[in-house]
């Protein structure tokens, strides 16, 4: 008498990362070893509410349709947000997002894939990007450190003690509202102070400004077309020693300065690392906000911390999504 063997592949347990940002959409595979599988980004180019929920339940669904061809299982999905996690209802507010005031997004992603994966779990892209560096990046082995966001916004993920912290109703780390100068002025209203002038688009706003009142500047930055001045370009035009993009730099420094030394005097972090998508080109600039924030700080404090660029590539928030759902899934 013989018998038929059936042979049944064991499945890779494995979660999905997803970060959001103000212009894309990351997603990626990652195992339980945290090594990434099958990263893709999207442009969100500007698209408001149902859409970019739509965006984000299609590339789940293709992260989950790879993983099932490649005998993975995803066992939960995490995602970062830029903006407000209301932690109770899964809404999001998501000021870079039209339509997203209290945004349904966690009642809208398990309409689609529940089924298909039974955890979905949201965070804010500041806590997203302190935890990614934890895992896999410069805040290894640290207890106390600061993940400091410049990019079309500006966000610090604080880490105190191992832990992340929140703030009453998880709204702690939006340091875009920090008070850096004075008179306030009704132009903070929408950003605060230190965003308005010294993210990706506060660099782009105090260059605006600088090309109305300065009528004798006559250098690159002045020839470009309406919607043609960029981060990028004003990186450009510094690199090519153009006297406005200069002043723009040297007042963003002065920010960064103020700002790190407010957070090294409140925090006494062990490291501030630095990360989206000003840091980047902005790295150059490490030593000057080092020396400014030294004329600020608590002068113990601020000689113990290390300023550094995030080693992650920009990858922070999707690392630390794809962190948020294994230890959902294992409790790690």
């Known amino acids: 008498m013989s018998c038929n063997v059936v ?21 990626a595979i990652f195992q339980t070893d945290g090594s990434i599988i099958n990263k893709t980004t999207v442009m969100v180019n500007k698209q408001a509410g149902n859409e970019v929920s739509q965006m984000i ?11 099932h061809a490649n005998d993975m299982k995803i066992d939960s999905i995490g995602c970062s947000v830029p903006g407000i996690v209301n932690s109770s209802t899964g809404g999001v507010w998501a000021p870079n997002i039209p339509g997203w005031k209290d945004f349904p997004l966690t009642e809208r992603i398990m309409e689609e894939i529940g089924e298909e994966c039974q955890t979905f779990v949201l965070d804010n892209d500041r806590a997203c990007s302190i935890m990614g560096e934890g895992w896999q990046g410069c805040a290894r082995g640290c207890k106390n ?19 992340i912290l929140r703030g009453s109703s998880d709204i702690a780390g939006a340091i875009g509202w920090l008070a850096l100068d004075q008179p306030y002025k009704e132009k903070y209203t929408g950003y ?18 600088l090309l109305k009142t300065n009528h004798a500047y006559s250098g690159v930055l002045r020839t470009l077309k309406f919607g043609e001045l960029t981060t990028q370009r004003i990186f450009e ?11 723009v730099m ?10 790190v030394a407010n957070l090294v005097s409140l925090f006494n972090p062990e490291k501030i690392i630095f990360g989206g998508g000003v840091f980047g080109p902005a790295v150059i600039f490490l030593g000057d906000i080092l020396s ?15 300023l550094e660029p995030s080693l992650l590539a920009g990858d922070a928030g999707l690392i630390g999504a794809g962190f948020l759902a294994l230890t959902r899934t294992s409790g790690i």
């Open 192 to 209: 605060g102070c230190f965003e308005y002038s010294a993210s990706g688009d506060g660099l782009i706003r105090v260059a605006s400004e």
């Open 57 to 67: 339940i299609q590339l789940i669904r293709d992260q989950i349709d790879f993983a």
């Open 292 to 306: 400014e924030a030294m004329k600020w700080a608590q002068p113990i404090s601020m000689q113990q911390v290390k």
């Open 7 to 27: 042979s049944v592949k064991s499945l890779i347990m494995a979660v999905v990362g997803l970060d959001l940002g103000g212009t894309k959409l990351a997603g």
């Open 250 to 259: 040297k007042q963003a420094v002065l920010y960064w300065g103020m700002a």
């Open 237 to 247: 035009a510094y690199r090519q020693n153009d006297t406005l993009a200069d002043q």
């Open 145 to 163: 450190a600061i993940f400091l966001a410049v990019g079309t916004g500006i966000g610090a993920g604080i880490m105190t003690d191992g832990k």
